[in-house]
């Protein structure tokens, strides 16, 4: 890789995506199959960054009960009466695997209105309105003012929410570190085509060694 696109680990903060009870636990309302599987590995990577003083972001999904604020593909089941990652509800929750702490509940208010939550240091949450953790939210200008020009992804599910922030993290020049084996339904011509783009493809175990050298 060259220098424009290399990592900076000095610089990086890990990004989870929708790591949240209804679309992770088994039954859960649009529950994502690979989800559970990969959960234990976002956990390493989030104690690992805990463990080093690195920033994390969660960002969450929220659906109003009516369906105003969700995508247009979604709204009008949640409008037949569908429930999921509903404002205070259980479902919405950060599973508990990745929570700083057990008593850890999100501000829906404060997220919904385009605030951050601050749920333990150099730790956030960042509600999305979309698929992309940048589209509508403070998150770039959040990483600007930390001084991160690298992010590390992971979290559910490929197709959808980590690759529209793939490409949106790439639109705004950061550097891209994807794990490989923490990112639900991920599939080998989708990571071909962000490795294309300059992603940096790497298993949590070697993101987490590569993180423990620059402490």
């Given at each position: 890789m060259d220098s424009y696109i290399e990592p900076d680990?000095?610089?990086?903060?890990?990004?989870?995506?929708?790591?949240?009870?209804?679309f992770t636990l088994t039954n859960a309302p649009l529950e994502v199959s690979g989800t559970r599987a990969v959960l234990s590995r976002i956990r390493e990577l989030v104690l690992a960054f805990r463990q080093s003083n690195r920033p994390i972001v969660h960002i969450v999904r929220l659906y109003l009960p009516d369906g105003s604020n969700a995508d247009l593909c979604r709204r009008k089941a949640i409008e037949n009466g569908k429930q999921a990652v509903v404002p205070n509800s259980q479902g919405a929750e950060l599973?508990?695997?990745?929570?700083?702490?057990?008593?850890?509940?999100?501000?829906?208010?404060?997220?919904?209105?385009?605030?951050?939550?601050l749920i333990a240091p150099k730790e956030w949450v960042v509600y999305k309105p979309r698929w992309g953790a940048f589209f509508h939210t403070p998150l770039q200008r959040h990483l600007e003012e930390l001084n991160i020009n690298t992010v590390a992804i992971c979290g559910?599910?490929?197709?959808?929410?980590?690759?529209?922030?793939?490409?949106?993290?790439?639109?705004?020049?950061?550097?891209?570190?994807?794990?490989?084996?923490?990112?639900?339904?991920?599939?080998?011509?989708?990571?071909?085509?962000?490795?294309?783009?300059?992603?940096?493809?790497?298993?949590?175990?070697e993101i987490i060694e590569l993180i423990d050298h620059q402490k």
């Open positions: 680990y000095s610089h990086m903060a890990l990004l989870t995506i929708d790591v949240q009870n209804d599973v508990g695997e990745i929570k700083p702490s057990a008593d850890v509940i999100l501000d829906s208010e404060k997220l919904l209105s385009g605030e951050l939550q559910c599910n490929f197709p959808n929410c980590p690759r529209t922030t793939v490409y949106e993290a790439s639109e705004r020049d950061f550097r891209i570190v994807f794990a490989v084996d923490a990112v639900s339904k991920a599939y080998e011509q989708g990571l071909t085509e962000i490795n294309n783009i300059g992603v940096a493809l790497l298993s949590s175990a």
